[in-house]
């Protein structure tokens, strides 16, 4: 025994010596049954390792060297997620830059030393070559954390999701989908964040609560004002109908007939829907194009036109919609939607439309999981995988499919038929990012490019 026993160094002699004698290596060789297989979430590669995800990756190790202990080849991968929103966000914050495409490319370029509050606009090939960069030091890092602790995974098996492996086996699966008839694509209303702009999948949401107010506004109908709460006042000039309960005695007299919007004054028609809620404000909401993801449901079932007015910036359009006064609109083209909300109600209530002050509330409103700001719903052009949202037929066969495999625990088993049931639209795939997996497609472009 040495006179002061030590742990330093242990980690890096055992770490050799299971690289050397191949102790986690998958052999092959060995039939189906004696195989037991780990598909194994690679991390997210955009910061630091904590003791979080030490956690949960320890119990899947431990499932691992059970296995191995009783004779089974292991095949246990590990990989990085080093693509996406995450990293490119990681690379503004270290090197203080971001991507616009319309910036010729600087081979000399060198990032600043340290970066101040306004990022340097770059082009997006020295942004993506900022990202691999910052990954490739990322990866190092993570890789020592993993190897020190003694995961037990196969490091001859190490991928990554922008490697060129990774991107062609992305795109063929897409392009079988796409023949299939499983992948396509659709211009349509699209969860939106303004901060990364881009769109955002079903999966990928999280409520939060968000202060708003309720503001009581005057539309015009025949027989007098027909008066509607709402906690978004700038989407007046988006709105393309009134809706309310078919159940509902005080609006039975208007439905089929149609008002005047405040300031605008555009004729909407009076529409009934079992969505509408009766005890929600006064009872009868606005439909506006798009406000949230039930004024995209009675957009689609009632068959209604588009007037849309924010951008994929959260700015207002610098032109109104078609049929909207241009006069009353340009007081809020190019705000902010918090700024166009501040102005159309001081022009409400200087019109005589607001009646009283706003009543505050708090509301749970959906965001993207990593942004800071409420999304909007904005119309894009887009690529979907069918995934039962919209089709019951499919949405029978994977709840079916859900019953072959032994779950556990077996609640496990309930969740994936409540989220099968949850699916309210097809999977939205396509990001509008730099650093990622390009879709293997092109489009015809007319005479103006």
């Known amino acids: 025994m040495p006179e002061k026993p030590t742990l330093d160094g242990l980690e890096q002699v055992w770490v050799a010596r299971w690289d050397a004698e191949g102790i986690y290596r998958f052999d092959r060789s060995k039939p189906r049954e004696q195989i037991y297989s780990i598909d194994t979430p690679p991390p997210t590669v955009s910061g630091a390792l904590h003791v979080g995800h030490v956690f949960s990756y320890t119990h899947t190790d431990i499932m691992a060297r059970y296995q191995r202990m009783i004779g089974k080849s292991v095949f246990y991968p590990i990989g990085w997620d080093d693509n996406g929103l995450p990293t490119e966000r990681r690379v503004q914050n270290v090197y203080g830059v971001r991507c616009d495409p319309s910036m010729p490319y600087d081979p000399d370029f060198v990032p600043p030393e340290k970066p101040g509050k306004r990022e340097v606009s770059i082009s997006r090939r020295n942004f993506v070559e900022l990202c691999h960069k910052l990954t490739a030091v990322d990866e190092q890092a993570f890789e020592e954390v993993w190897r020190r602790v003694g995961l037990s995974v196969d490091w001859s098996l190490l991928y990554t999701t922008i490697s060129d492996e990774s991107r062609a086996v992305s795109q063929r699966a897409f392009l079988r989908n796409l023949a299939r008839g499983e992948a396509y694509l659709s211009e349509a209303p699209t969860l939106w964040d303004v901060s990364f702009r881009t769109a955002v999948a079903q999966a990928e949401l999280e409520d939060r609560e968000w202060p708003g107010a309720f503001h009581r506004i005057s539309f015009y109908g025949e027989k007098g004002p027909v008066w ?95 049929g909207v006064d241009g006069e009353p609109y340009k007081e809020l083209a190019g705000k902010t939607v918090h700024s166009a909300r501040e102005r159309i109600v001081e022009l ?41 949202g919209r089709d019951e037929e499919l949405r029978a066969r994977l709840l079916a499919r859900g019953g072959e495999p032994v779950w556990h625990p077996p609640h496990m088993r309930v969740r994936y038929d409540n989220w099968v049931e949850g699916l309210t639209g097809d999977w939205l795939i396509s990001r509008q990012r730099f650093f990622g997996v390009p879709f293997p497609v092109w489009y015809p472009i007319d005479e103006s490019g």
């Open 348 to 388: 409400l209530r200087e019109s005589g439309d607001l009646d009283g002050d706003p009543t505050p509330v708090r509301r749970t409103v959906k965001f993207y999981e990593r942004g800071d700001k409420p999304l909007e719903i904005v119309t894009t052009r887009q690529w979907y995988i069918r995934n039962g």
């Open 228 to 322: 509607v709460e709402t906690t978004r006042p700038e989407l007046i000039p988006a709105c393309v109908a009134l809706v309310a309960h078919p159940d509902d005695e005080r609006y039975q007299e208007l439905f089929g007939t149609s008002v005047l919007t405040p300031l605008f004054g555009v004729e909407v028609p009076v529409l009934a829907h079992r969505l509408a809620e009766p005890d929600k404000g006064s009872g009868i909401a606005m439909i506006c194009t798009f406000g949230d993801i039930t004024d995209v449901t009675w957009w689609r079932e009632l068959h209604l036109p588009t007037r849309p007015v924010i951008g994929w910036d959260g700015r207002l359009l610098p032109e109104p919609p078609e």
